[in-house]
């Protein structure tokens, strides 16, 4: 994975991908450096 600044990566990965069954489309954040949360979200389109 490219690094944007070339400092390494960040506490957070920020990804998105849809459901192969209904498309809905999901936000994951996971907290990666210390394990300690982050965030999975429904990603609302109009």
Excluded: K
């Excluded at 944007?4 to 990666?32: H, K």
């Amino acid at each position: 994975m490219p690094m944007a600044d070339g400092d390494g990566q960040g506490d957070f990965v920020n990804t998105y991908f849809s459901c192969p069954a209904c498309g809905q489309w999901f936000n994951l954040r996971p907290e990666i450096y210390h394990c300690s949360g982050g965030a999975f979200d429904a990603v609302w389109v109009d």
